[in-house]
């Protein structure tokens, strides 16, 4: 870490930055970040969801006023300042899609709609805050902005921090808390790569880990070795009871 720089974070309203996260991972991403100490970030274009990729740019049209020449129903001086307003917003919304994304759930419990969904069969849970996340990364080249999602189905956007933090509603059920990593200096960033990643400590990262209920046997006691032997790192079975097929 260099003298005298610091990380830029930027927390929005209503962040408690002492806030547990949780975040749903395949097992061997697991192995990955332990062994090589650097944190995967995928930016938000590649995201399964087409609204990360794809601004709502109807929302964004419905937010000014028609303008139709000849009518009166805006004067020229305001019709050029919105359309103005309009352009930038759509210009940051385009940039936007590029940002490094984590996506966390400030569900404290674990839950098995997130198990099947992001975390089946060798998958885990690691656990941490708000706080501890930001604190691991040993790299301070970007700033780092955090907020919970909105499940607005991109209704009332105003701003481009109110595009960043709404889901559509049928994602609700995640109670997602979003990361965004944003370069310091004004270098041209490589976008050709899906993903980057930012180095990391793990020890301050992971407060714990979980295992999945739908691991096998073998892949739990291989897990719980690995980790015992190689980290420092608390790691659990889940609490999630149920009936595994048998190989």
């Given at each position: ?202 020890s301050v990262l992971i407060d714990e880990i979980i295992l999945s209920p739908f691991m096998d046997d073998k892949n ?28």
């Amino acid at each position: 870490m260099e003298v005298g720089k610091e990380k830029i974070i930027y927390l929005m309203d209503g962040i408690d930055i002492q806030m547990p996260i949780r975040q749903y991972m395949n097992l061997e991403y697991l192995y990955q970040l332990l062994g090589t100490k650097r944190y995967f970030l995928r930016r938000k274009q590649y995201f399964e969801d087409m609204a990360e990729k794809k601004p709502p740019l109807k929302t964004v049209f419905s937010l000014f006023t028609p303008h139709i020449v000849g009518t009166g129903i805006m004067d020229e001086k305001q019709y050029q300042k919105e359309k103005k307003e309009l352009h930038e917003l759509i210009s940051k919304l385009q940039d936007a899609k590029n940002l490094p994304t984590s996506c966390w759930t400030k569900r404290n419990n674990e839950n098995y709609l997130m198990w099947k969904a992001y975390a089946p069969d060798n998958g885990v849970c690691i656990k941490s805050t708000i706080y501890n996340f930001m604190a691991s990364f040993i790299e301070d080249d970007y700033q780092i902005i955090c907020g919970e999602i909105s499940y607005n189905n991109y209704k009332g956007l105003r701003t481009i921090d109110d595009y960043l933090f709404s889901k559509h509603s049928f994602y609700s059920n995640e109670e997602e808390i979003r990361f965004y990593f944003d370069k310091q200096d004004n270098e041209e960033q490589e976008l050709t790569d899906e993903h980057v990643y930012i180095k990391v400590d793990p020890s301050v990262l992971i407060d714990e880990i979980i295992l999945s209920p739908f691991m096998d046997d073998k892949n739990v006691y291989k897990a719980i070795t690995i980790v015992h032997n190689n980290y420092n790192c608390r790691i659990n079975k889940s609490l999630v009871s149920i009936k595994r097929k048998q190989l």
